[in-house]
């Protein structure tokens, strides 16, 4: 396995490495297509043409909003060969909430689809106001003042290659890779900043700890426009030499054909990911011997759920990590040596060159083993929020420290529980109660395949807590609202017991695979 070199700190020098260290290896596989990793480098290079035939300046903003496919990578590498920075936005938005992140970030292109989902998101564009948005490119489908994909790419042709590829060696490794937007939980999204640098170095560290290697065909489930998807993702898979499969929708019937089809060695994904495999009816009769690696994060990770990702999904190895937008999607790692304990309880400690603390109110780093609010100081830190700077002023301090909003417990060694969010938590006369921490215990009776706990309003103790639960097919006849409480009373401290629960048959999900508990909070108020 040859890690890329260091010289190679932008995405067109590693694109245009990879295809001298892995020449045989085929790079992408979609829909019936597939590109080595030369050819990935040619098509890469063939899109830069076409965004320098567009105007497209270094510096300017390209903005991506589509499922994941072979064109998306290929645009990508395109824009930033092209010395663009990507904006990569969420395929769940709406009309309005897309057309913010254009507006914000300037976006000059935005390359998309026809639809997706039932949303048609041209039409969905069309009575935005967007005075910097010069041009609209669509991937498939022909749509009324749109250009297609291919027509895009041979109005490129009258560019020199020479041209493009000195536009792409250009490209700096402080220079801003991409803005990615957060998901807006707690108010407008914001245009996280990353560098070429960043994002090489830290997914560097990433594919090093999970060992991904030539060999592995990964299936790619996680959306590209967040960091899952892109950088621990594509990104990773060119860096290693491994076969990126990109998924467009999580759908169980669909992943589990395409595993045992595609021979797929490498699935990372959310908690609900594999929940959602496990509890699936037809899983037995699918052929799931290739899997090897899972790598999950992003939510609390049962003890239960592990055991079951090694005994039931046949996975040799299961890394947990966390990570988040604005330290360039990672902070830190379980390594491949550690015990199952640490990995079914912790997300492991801060990868090579990163500082982690957890401090309290007052910033102030408590005792190991208190809980505290996560800090993080270090390469992988964001370079702001983009046109931002007041937003970016409260989250990184004067010392240098960005504060996550997490809530952890250290140990000894290092080593981080994620227990939940600031902003999660409520109180009950008087007790803290962090909803993470009652979800695990709700997950490891092994009753319920998904689970999610809010604080709701209450007259007598302020705040209480509610359940929704998904239950298990061998459970869901058993499950009842009395019988979670019922369940909760006995095993758990009263304060913490759901006064409410809600049973439904899916929790609402973003593109990420985290619950959107606002959507509950919503839910709960009716």
Known sequence: MQAPPRFEATLPRLVLGAAERFPDRVAVEDRGRALTFPELAREGLRAARAFLAAGIEPGDRVAIWAPNSLEWILAAIGLQSAGAALVAINTRWKGDEAAYALGKSGARLLCTVGEFLGVHYIDALA????????????????????????????????????????????????????????????????????????????????????????????????????????????????????????????????????????????????????????????????????????VTGAAPTPVELIRRMRDELGFESVITGYGLTECSGIVSMCRYDDDPETIATTSGRAIPGIEVRCIDEKGTEVPRGEPGEVVVRGYNVMRGYFDDPEETAKTIDAEGWLHTGDVAVMDERGYLRITDRIKDMFIVGGFNCYPAEIEKQLYDSGRYAQVAVIGIPDERMGEVGMAFVVPTPKAREDVTPESVIAWCREHMANYKVPRRVEVLEELPMNASGKVVKPALRERASR
Request: charged share 25%.
């Open 127 to 294: 009575e935005q106001d967007l005075p910097d948005l010069e041009g609209i490119v669509t991937f498939d489908g022909e749509s009324a003042g749109a250009t297609a994909w291919e027509a895009f790419l041979a109005a490129g042709e009258r560019v020199p290659e020479p041209d493009a590829r000195a536009r792409a060696e250009a490209v700096s490794p402080d220079d801003l890779a991409d803005l990615l937007f957060t998901s807006g939980t707690t108010g407008r999204p914001k245009g996280v900043m990353s560098t070429h640098a960043q994002n090489l170095r830290a997914f560097e560290a990433w594919s090093e700890v999970v060992n991904l290697c030539e060999d592995d065909r990964y299936l790619i489930v996680n959306a590209f426009s967040h960091s899952f998807g892109y950088k621990a993702g594509w990104l990773a898979c060119v860096m290693r030499g491994a076969t990126a499969l990109p998924e467009a929708v999580f759908d169980v019937p669909a992943v589990l054909e395409r595993i045992g089809r595609d021979r797929v060695s490498v699935l990372p994904g959310p908690p609900t990911l594999y929940q959602s495999i496990l509890a699936h009816p037809e899983r037995d009769r699918h052929d799931l011997s290739s899997l090897r690696l899972a």
